[in-house]
């Protein structure tokens, strides 16, 4: 996760670095909600997200007021004087081990699979269709053929790989390769993750304990699908529009 939220501003000052700058910001968007649910939370983690505010930073949510409203209810958790005492941290790590992990009965698993597929089972069909997404970039998780390609964490930081990518197509001036990328982004979020994410946010917010997840679910709903808009905007808005989108990432 970047260090502090200096990366997360758009400063033009040609096109193609406006629009680099621009796709910057999305790669922050992105890392924050990968970390948040790629693995249980640690006391660094939390520590982080207070002393950088992290999500206070988080960008366009004047663009959205689902997003604004998530981000609050986030930074009211961390602004709590014992948000980094041992009892807090131990009940944000039961929190996201009792909905995501077990034992028992999870209420809201992360994995797209247990959504989608008509029998709720893993390594399903949409697994498959997750992988080759990978596949495409080379980018296979770390800990391919044990844990599910359609994890949550996984496909957030698949996009936010893309992201990353995009960022230095811009900076290029490849066009043609950013363009690519973007579609396929467009086609992550529309055949993946806004297929399910809406029902596991209804899951986690009616499971969750703290309003640290229960806040960190519904950001990630409303960035998602915010950002495919945004996505749009990039593949048909003329350059002075997307210079325009870059100047909104802080």
């Not at 995009?166 to 055949?191: C, H, M, P, R, Y």
């Amino acid at each position: 996760m970047p260090k502090d939220k200096a990366s997360a501003k758009g400063q033009e000052t040609t096109s193609s670095e406006g629009i680099a700058s621009f796709l910057e910001a999305r790669a922050f968007a992105y890392d924050i909600v990968k970390c948040a649910f790629l693995q249980e939370p640690s006391k660094k983690f939390i520590k982080l997200l207070i002393e950088g505010e992290i999500i206070q930073a988080f960008p366009f949510a004047d663009r959205n007021a689902a997003l604004g409203k998530a981000i609050d209810r986030i930074v009211q958790y961390l602004k709590q004087p014992d948000a980094l005492s041992r009892k807090k941290c131990e009940s944000l790590h039961w929190d996201y081990t009792r909905m995501f992990i077990g034992p028992g009965k999870v209420p809201a698993p992360p994995w797209e699979s247990i959504y989608r597929d008509a029998d709720h089972l893993y390594f399903s069909q949409e697994t498959q269709e997750v992988r080759n997404a990978y596949r495409k970039y080379n980018l296979l998780p770390k800990d391919f053929g044990h844990e599910p390609d359609d994890h949550l964490g996984l496909e957030l930081d698949f996009l936010h790989k893309l992201c990353e990518m995009a960022w230095e197509k811009a900076k290029s001036a490849d066009e043609t390769g950013l363009v690519e990328i973007l579609n396929d982004q467009k086609a992550f979020l529309d055949e993946h993750l806004l297929k399910w994410v809406p029902d596991w946010t209804r899951d986690v917010v009616k499971s969750a304990e703290t309003d640290f997840y229960k806040g960190m679910a519904q950001l990630l709903e409303a960035y998602l699908n915010l950002d495919r808009e945004m996505i749009e905007e990039l593949l048909e808005a003329p350059s002075p529009k997307l210079r325009s989108l870059s100047e909104e990432a802080g």
